[in-house]
């Protein structure tokens, strides 16, 4: 396996936030394609625009190093010899290693049939060689960013559900106590009572 990462960002628009505050962080992104001149390729060019690439021969390499490292994007071919591009997407998300990942599948140009397959097979995107780099900067982003949005939202509608459930138990509790003191005010007013009748006896019995 092999990694690239640049120690700082090429591109001027991006040595800093839009604000003026510190750049965006870098994407990770694992590209699995057999042929090693491709993956040598892609990698210097992502590199260069930003990304932090991993790179993988095969698809049993990417399992096993999706095991212990993170990331934003995986970039796969559909060629794979050992184990098909498809199916090593599908058994990555079978073990959940890559749950917050964006999958993004390799074609030919004129293979309209593996751009079907690929979203047919829950890709989220799916891309041709040769590359237009800067195209394909502008995809990946995007997928990311939307990915991240999804994401945010999910976690936005988690806390709401936990605060609901919060909310439903302190009102259960509060039942709870009003009933108790209803209980209590029952009990009060019954020995006052009890008291009135024992008094208005006690009165009967001296006349």
Request: net charge neutral.
């Amino acid at each position: 396996m092999q990694f690239w990462k640049r120690d700082s960002i090429s591109r001027p628009q991006q040595a800093q936030g839009p604000d003026g505050g510190r750049a965006p962080r870098r994407l990770r992104l694992l590209l699995v394609d057999e042929d090693a001149t491709s993956r040598a390729v892609v990698a210097r060019r992502l590199s260069h625009l930003g990304y932090d690439v991993a790179l993988a021969e095969s698809g049993f390499t990417a399992i096993n190093m999706l095991v212990t490292r993170p990331v934003d994007i995986i970039l796969i071919d559909m060629g794979l010899a050992l184990l098909p591009g498809l199916t090593t997407m599908r058994k990555i998300r079978a073990a959940g290693l890559a749950e917050n990942a964006c999958f993004v599948m390799i074609g030919g140009r004129n293979d309209r049939v593996s751009a079907v397959d690929a979203l047919d097979a829950g890709a989220d995107d799916h891309v041709v060689k040769p590359f237009d780099f800067d195209l394909l900067d502008a995809r990946l982003r995007h997928l990311c960013a939307r990915a991240e949005q999804v994401g945010a939202l999910a976690r936005h509608n988690a806390e709401l559900d936990a605060r609901i459930a919060r909310r439903a138990l302190e009102l259960g509790e509060t039942r709870d106590a009003l009933a108790e003191m209803q209980a209590d005010r029952a009990r009060l007013v019954s020995s006052i009572q009890a008291l009135h009748d024992e008094i208005a006896r006690l009165n009967a019995a001296r006349n």
